[in-house]
């Protein structure tokens, strides 16, 4: 019953250092999702994938990338972190079938960058 | 384009009821609420089909006026674990993605 597995739970960086937050669901779900959470700010979306092979920006994708590693793992890349990307990540996959999106999240992953 | 939640927050007794709403500016297919417990990831609730249904868990509820574009959950007889932040996600098909409200803090008081 492990559902939305992501890693690590917290990451401290410095400006421009890289990392990859990992999120893998045992699901069997065909849609994955990556939000950053900020106070006062609820859930953005960063970057989704609708399908294996495919991946889509959401409202705030900059200085992000990801990658559809296979059906079961979506990853969250950040190249060269900045301060503005200290938050809180949330990993979400979609039940299949459902037609409506709803969504299982993953624990979470809190980065401070500083 | 984000929902707009109200209230930002609420504070009630053991026992009390309370409205939080929801309410979008584009024609919406279907509205999620959500509970995230401090610390913790977001929970699913329930949701609202374009149809204008009211549905309901345990004590908690809530209604789709589809020609408002506006959602309501309804937490009657509040007890102490519905403490949380209250989140709506907003669903035009064909976006094929959820956009959050920015959430109602709710705090329940012994």
């Known amino acids: 019953n492990a559902g939305v597995t992501q890693t690590p739970k917290f990451q401290v960086l410095k400006t421009g250092q890289s990392m990859t937050l990992q999120c893998a669901q045992d699901m069997n779900h065909n849609s994955m999702y990556w939000y950053r959470q900020d106070p006062g700010m609820g859930l953005r979306l960063i970057y989704y994938s609708a399908s294996e092979g495919t991946t889509d920006k959401g409202e705030v994708p900059n200085g992000y990338n990801v990658s559809r590693l296979n059906k079961r793992e979506f990853s969250l890349r950040l190249e060269s972190a900045a301060p503005s990307q200290t938050s809180v990540y949330f990993c979400a996959s979609t039940t299949p079938g459902s037609g409506a999106n709803v969504l299982t999240f993953g624990a979470g992953s809190r980065l401070t960058v500083l | 384009q984000q929902p707009v939640q109200s209230p930002q927050a609420v504070i009630l007794r053991e026992g009390e009821d309370a409205v939080i709403n929801c309410s979008s500016s584009k024609a919406l297919y279907s509205v999620h609420w959500y509970r995230q417990k401090h610390g913790e990831a977001p929970v699913f609730l329930m949701i609202?089909?374009?149809?204008?249904e009211q549905k309901g868990h345990d004590k908690i509820s809530a209604s789709f006026n589809e020609k408002k574009q506006q959602s309501s959950l309804y937490l009657t007889a509040s007890q102490l674990s519905y403490s949380g932040t209250y989140f709506c996600?907003?669903?035009?098909?064909?976006?094929?993605?959820?956009?959050f409200g920015s959430g109602t803090q709710l705090t329940v008081l012994p």
């Open positions: 996600g907003t669903d035009r098909r064909s976006a094929r993605q959820l956009t």
């Open positions: 609202l089909l374009k149809g204008g």
